[in-house]
């Protein structure tokens, strides 16, 4: 149910690419209608569900198509070289290798409480990306929407210096990954809050870029 919802994505590769439609029951009528792909309004980690429809409808069944073959995505992060490791270029050993990246970074949330990517990847305006490439030329960037770029939030927040940044109330910035916040023992959610509202002050004093939350706070 939540995958149309919140569009989600990884590694360069987002759900809409493969949902066909869905079906949701209208709150209200109690009536089960059939969204197609268009219908949603995809965008990057966003669809209708969390605008126009917020909180209005059930999902009761997504339908998908999945490929046997198809064009692979290895332009993200470190996918190529994991997957040099592990032999040819196919469906399978990407899959291996994004699993293997994802585990050596993301901790585990039965041992760590975690929400995965706390902040959305921001995207900005080509001219807004190319001031910061000059300012630090090894900033990674990758295209988005048209005259857009976007930036990855976990390389922001690294360069502020806070990856493993702790604060006492037990919530910290993963050490392997600056994009996750954990749970280390927090007392309330505010103190998770508290620590977000931080660090998207901290990259905005610095890049001038606010971070939204991929997370939905309640
Ligand atoms: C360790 C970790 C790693 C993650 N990595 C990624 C990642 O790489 N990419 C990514 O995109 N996300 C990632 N996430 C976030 C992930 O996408 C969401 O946690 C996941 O989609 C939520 O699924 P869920 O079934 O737990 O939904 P919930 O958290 O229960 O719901 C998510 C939202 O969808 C709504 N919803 C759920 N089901 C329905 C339904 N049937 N009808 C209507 N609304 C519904 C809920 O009300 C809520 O608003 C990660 C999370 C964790 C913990």
Not at 22 to 29: I, R, Y
Not at 50 to 69: A, G, H, M, P, Q
Not at 103 to 116: E, R, T, V
Request: hydrophobic share 40%; glycine share 8%; charged share 25%.
């Amino acid at each position: 149910g939540a995958t149309p919802v919140q569009n989600i994505g990884a590694y360069g590769v987002e759900i809409k690419d493969f949902i066909v439609n869905c079906t949701a029951l209208d709150l209200n009528s109690g009536l089960e209608i059939t969204f197609k792909n268009e219908d949603i309004k995809f965008g990057y980690r966003d669809s209708i569900f969390k605008n126009e429809l917020k909180d209005k409808y059930f999902i009761t069944s997504v339908t998908y198509r999945l490929y046997t073959s198809r064009e692979l995505n290895m332009n993200y992060g470190s996918v190529k070289e994991e997957v040099k490791k592990l032999g040819e270029p196919s469906l399978k050993t990407v899959r291996q290798a994004i699993i293997n990246i994802r585990n050596s970074k993301l901790p585990d949330h039965k041992i760590l409480g975690n929400a995965g990517s706390f902040f959305k990847n921001p995207i900005v305006e080509n001219k807004v990306a190319k001031n910061l490439i000059k300012q630090y030329p090894e900033i990674p960037t990758y295209d988005a929407e048209k005259g857009k770029t976007k930036l990855a939030a976990g390389w922001l927040i690294d360069q502020c210096g806070l990856k493993g940044y702790k604060m006492v109330s037990g919530a910290a910035v993963h050490e392997k990954q600056a994009l996750v916040i954990i749970n280390n023992g927090v007392q309330s959610g505010k103190h998770i809050a508290d620590l977000a509202e931080f660090v998207a002050k901290t990259v905005h004093d610095k890049f001038g870029i606010a971070l939204e939350p991929e997370v939905k706070i309640l």
